[in-house]
């Protein structure tokens, strides 16, 4: 989504501080989106802004937009948009969306939530295409997840269709949301490392080479990964121009129609059978006693009562028990934990909070900043710099399992936070004692006392509750002034 500007130079830098130009926006050549003050606003090229109105004139849009499977989108004059006159001059119109509380990925994502994506994103094409419209890009990075619920967020992305022309995101739609999907569900293989290795997701010849013999007869093998690798390896090199000769075979509406329609129908059968994890379970097995239990949600909660947080980050959540208790004293969670599973069940939750964005990542490995000059996708914390970080009874596996000195791991947290509630638990854990089992130990960091003179060259530590029989102590840090 990137502006080339009307004079064919190189975009300048905005001359307001209070403006940034959204570093993952350039790949479309008519448009660009800007952050200023909180609001989000797009530059329009002529062909845009022109294809924008249209669209805003279209029944089946503005229904999708009422019923939120569409950001909210309206056309703002240059005066509106607030931005630097030198910005300003580079396109032809504005238009401003709704703003997304937490931006998050799809290598981020559990496999109901980018099914869900998937659904939105076909749900989309076959009304566009049934009203004379297409969209031109098919990436799960133009979807969020806003209460739970995946929007659609690149407006430009719809065109008007043109007599004959295919749709032009289907392989796009395959590499980037099918072929994961099919992986997690028929390899139970995550999709994660995947999306996140490659910008552009899963290409047909790997994806091809992931399936075996035997995986050709499972539903939309055979039709999406085999027969269009067979077709790459044969056109790809070709100097043909395939699209061009499907538009003059006369590629109708219907073909596509009835395109997108089976593959709405193969997504909803897709399903995960997942086993067992770490911590999908972990709500019945933790070690706690029910006592103990309730003073740790007292404790978390009169932090969070005292510190009224607007962002919380509850980090290993496991399944959720106090991003649930967060979300009702916060205005957002961000949940994340490295086990799928767990987080999985979180999102499937019917009870789980709209405020609450479950997330996969692992601390010991976040997701970075890369693509394009390591801008296009930008890290967590810049996305959603928390007020509070929550770190209950994560500190053993980050210093014995992932051998991160307990140094570190305190010192990344200060960077990340200025309110901390984190709990250590003591080498008489039983947790404890299973992790070392077969390690040679030599994290003589890991101790209370160490716990505590790391702390306190950030922290003033302002509470602290001993439970499990002294086996757990919980802190409630904040930031020296």
Request: overall charge neutral; aromatic content about 10%; hydrophobic content about 40%.
């Amino acid at each position: 989504m990137t502006g080339i500007p009307k004079t064919g130079l190189p975009e300048p830098a905005m001359s307001s501080s209070n403006a940034e130009v959204n570093p993952g926006s350039f790949r479309d050549r008519d448009g660009r989106v800007y952050h200023i003050h909180g609001r989000v606003i797009r530059g329009l090229s002529a062909s845009a802004l022109e294809e924008f109105r249209h669209l805003q004139q279209e029944s089946f849009f503005t229904k999708l937009v009422s019923s939120g499977k569409i950001v909210a989108t309206r056309e703002i004059s240059s005066e509106e948009a607030a931005l630097p006159e030198e910005v300003k001059s580079q396109w032809s119109g504005f238009i401003e969306h709704d703003p997304v509380a937490v931006i998050s990925y799809p290598y981020e994502w559990t496999f109901s939530m980018l099914k869900a994506a998937a659904g939105l994103q076909l749900e989309l094409v076959e009304k566009a295409v049934s009203n004379g419209y297409t969209l031109k890009d098919a990436t799960p990075y133009n979807i969020q997840f806003v209460a739970r619920m995946p929007v659609f967020i690149d407006i430009p992305s719809f065109q008007r269709l043109q007599q004959g022309e295919p749709w032009v995101g289907y392989r796009q739609f395959c590499e980037m949301f099918l072929f994961p999907l099919l992986l997690q569900s028929y390899k139970n293989c995550d999709f994660q490392p995947f999306m996140r290795s490659a910008i552009n997701g899963i290409d047909v010849r790997t994806a091809a080479s992931l399936f075996g013999f035997r995986d050709r007869f499972r539903k939309g093998v055979m039709s999406h990964v085999w027969l269009q690798s067979k077709l790459t390896n044969r056109y790809g090199s070709s100097s043909e121009n395939v699209r061009s000769n499907l538009k003059s075979a006369g590629f109708n509406r219907e073909l596509i129609l009835a395109n997108v329609r089976k593959l709405r129908k193969l997504i909803a059968h897709l399903e995960w059978q997942a086993g067992a994890s770490e911590w999908g379970d972990y709500d019945q097995c933790h070690n706690y006693s029910a006592d103990d239990h309730l003073l740790k949600e007292q404790f978390v909660q009169t932090a969070l009562e005292t510190e009224k947080p607007h962002t919380v980050w509850d980090i290993g959540c496991n399944t959720g028990q106090f991003s649930r208790i967060s979300a009702r004293l916060c205005s957002q969670v961000v949940a994340m934990d490295t086990d799928h599973l767990a987080v999985e069940r979180l999102v499937l939750d019917a009870d789980t909070p709209e405020n609450v964005l479950a997330l996969i990542q692992n601390v010991a490995d976040p997701s970075p900043g890369w693509g394009w000059r390591n801008r296009e996708r930008s890290d967590l914390p810049t996305r959603s710099p928390p007020d509070l970080v929550l770190c209950l009874a994560l500190i053993h596996h980050v210093v014995i399992t992932a051998n991160i000195p307990l140094a570190e791991f305190i010192d990344w947290l200060a960077g990340l936070t200025g309110k901390l509630v984190i709990e250590y638990v003591s080498r008489k854990d039983e947790k404890v004692k299973t992790l070392l089992l077969n390690k040679e130990d030599k994290y003589d960091d890991y101790s209370r006392e160490s716990l505590q003179a790391n702390l306190e060259r950030h922290f003033e530590i302002r509470s602290r509750k001993d439970v499990n029989n002294g086996d757990r102590s919980l802190y409630l840090c904040v930031a020296k002034s």
